[in-house]
Structure formats: C-alpha cells, structure tokens
C-alpha cells in the first residue's frame, strides 16, 4: 500500500502475449463467483497480551504481499507472532514495485525476523488488464525507505504463488486457511479464475485496501492496493469467502507520532530500530500532503486485526469495485447506509484503537533480534 504516486490513471489494452497466455483461463470463472456477508468484530478495547487473545485468535496463515515499506513492517509483525500467525508462506506480487523488488524486499524482511522456515513465492508480475502503475516515489526506487537493502541470502522458493495458492488451497481442510493481502489482489484473481474450488479451503480474506469516508489516495476516489487491479478486486470481492476490508477510513486514523516511533527505536533490538528508520522516512509524505500529526502504517493494522480483532470495528455492508474507465477507475463503492439493498460481503473497518495498535506492534517487535 502506499501514499500517492505520479502514475497513469487509465487501464490500457493488454498486450497480445500476455493475452494469448493468461487471461483466457482468467475468464472461465468468472460468471461462478457469488458474495457473501462476515460478521462484524465487536468495537472494545482488550489488553493485547492477554492468554485469552492470544487463545481466540489463531490463524494458519498466508501472506499476499508487495513490499513496499508498510508491507516489511506488517511482515516482521506477522512474523513475531508464531504462536498465533501459523505462517505457511509469502506470496508476492507486483505492486510498490517491481516483482523482482517486492519478492527481494520480502525475502529481507524473512532474513531480518529469523524466519527461514518460511518459503515465499514469487507472483504475478503486472496487473490483469490495466496499465501497471508502482509507487517509487513513496517507497523509495527500491522500495523501502529508510535503510539499506541487499540481496539476501535466502533464495525464493522454486514454483509460481498462483500455482501454490491453487495447490495449498485444494489440499487445505475446509475454511481453515486465511489469506491477508496487503497489496494488488492480483494472484488470487488468477488462482480463483483458474480453480474456484479454492475457496472451499479459505477461512478468511483480511485485505487492507479500499477508501470510502476518507476519499482515495492514488486519485480522489481511489485506494493504491485497488486502483492497482481493480479488475482482481472485482473478482475477488465477488469470490464468496469471507472478507475483511482494512481502508484508509481506518488507517488514516492509526497514526504515529515521535514518541510512538521512539519506543520502537528504543527496545534495543535491531528489528525495533529498523521499524523506526523505515518509519522516519516513509511517513513524512502523509504527514506533509495531508496535513497530519503522523503517518499511517497500512499494512501492519492487517496483521493487528489477525492477532487482536477486539481493537478494531467496522460494519456489514455491500463493497464494490469501479473498473470503468474514468474518474471513479478503482474506487471501492460502500453501501454504508444499504440504500441498495444488497448483499453484505464486506467486513469494513471503520475505525479502531490506535494506541492499542502501536503498543502490540511494539510488544510484539521487541521479540525479534
């Protein structure tokens, strides 16, 4: 997710090649998708170490991502909480930037946590229909602000994450895998397209994307992760699986401030000191185009409602997705009064408790060297 970037703002025909490779199969499952409602988390406070928490919320767990400065940060979050974030693997996709950038950048964030264990595959390298947009000029050309990248020493994992998305799925029991996707949607359109039964194996889809109350980010209507793709936003909004929505109405509202980016610089490890250089500089652009006390963190209140739902509430409502070409291009549109009388197949964050945010991601950084 990022902040603004200086990018076309229309989608484009698609090249021949890719054309005749990927996007026949894209259309064959498309007319199957149906929606479906989530229940809504109920709006209260809980202390984020609690036993009783940690108990209750359990996922087994992938991760969609296109790191992205936000993204890293989210990652090392998630990757913190083994007890509670059963991670299965990274799936990465072209977003920020770059797929070459967002699979090394996550390939660091798994080096910089400890995490070996982890496998991460590489994903869709462009948008399905649309022109591909990045946003260097918020993440940096390499895409994360802040400090410095290297190649890591982990490779990636042989195989693509859309064949792995299909595999993992099908063999999974049923409803017990959830999917948090902090970037484009692009992978699980194509997995969905491909095999729709997938969906059967899906607990959960947490997706940090959207606007509605707060106006876009990318355009006056429009959120980043979705203007990106709307065209797999559409699908997937339409998959049948249970989503939760995390968009700029939340986040703009989970802000740092310098003494919540002190405490990360002073836990002592090295993890809680990159957080908060990624932090100084990635949350400048925010703070200086919108006029705020802080900047949001996006993608990490992702991984916070995976590990403490209780600090977040939203609502029941219809969500869909404008992939017309024009002004509205990728804006999320949210019946949030039901005027339309439609089915709910959003859970949508509306607001949530921003201090509890920043005490768990701090809590849960101090775990990592």
């Not at 993992?168 to 017990?176: D, H, N």
């Amino acid at each position: 997710m990022h902040s603004r970037a200086a990018a076309a703002a229309t989608p484009s025909s698609l090249p021949s090649r890719l054309a005749a490779t990927i996007f026949p199969v894209l259309l064959l499952g498309l007319a199957a998708l149906l929606t479906t409602s989530l229940i809504a988390p109920k709006a209260h406070a809980a202390d984020a170490s609690t036993a009783a928490t940690a108990a209750a919320t359990t996922h087994t767990l992938i991760i969609d991502t296109d790191p992205g400065a936000d993204d890293v940060i989210a990652l090392l979050f998630a990757m913190a909480s083994p007890e509670q974030l059963k991670i299965q693997a990274l799936t990465t996709v072209a977003g920020n930037v770059p797929l070459a950038k967002t699979s090394r950048n996550a390939r660091l964030a798994r080096e910089w946590a400890k995490r070996p264990d982890i496998a991460i595959y590489a994903g869709a390298p462009r948008p399905l229909l649309r022109t591909p947009i990045y946003a260097a000029d918020i993440h940096g050309s390499e895409g994360i602000t802040g400090v410095k990248v290297h190649e890591p020493s982990q490779a990636l994992a042989e195989g693509n994450a859309v064949d792995y998305l299909i595999r993992t799925l099908r063999a999974a029991p049923e409803k017990s895998v959830t999917l948090a996707m902090l970037g484009p949607e692009t992978n699980l359109a194509l997995a969905l397209t491909q095999a729709p039964d997938i969906t059967r194996g899906l607990r959960e889809l947490v997706l940090m994307g959207g606007a509605h109350f707060n106006g876009g980010n990318i355009t006056p209507t429009a959120e980043f992760n979705v203007f990106a793709d709307p065209h797999a936003a559409e699908i997937v909004l339409k998959s049948g699986v249970p989503i939760t929505m995390l968009p700029l109405d939340l986040t703009h509202k989970v802000l740092t401030s310098p003494e919540r980016i002190a405490r990360l610089r002073g836990l002592g490890n090295q993890a809680g000191k990159t957080v908060a250089d990624i932090l100084d500089a990635y949350v400048q652009h925010d703070m200086q185009y919108y006029g705020l006390p802080g900047g949001p963190v996006h993608d990490a209140t992702v991984v916070a409602y995976l590990l403490q739902p209780s600090l977040f509430r939203g609502r029941k409502v219809n969500v869909e997705v404008d992939s017309r070409e024009g002004l509205g291009f990728g804006q999320t549109v949210v019946d949030w009064y039901g005027g339309l009388k439609k089915p709910a197949n959003v859970n949508w964050i509306a607001d949530g408790d921003a201090q509890g945010f920043f005490d768990l991601l701090t809590q849960r950084i101090s775990r990592l060297p």
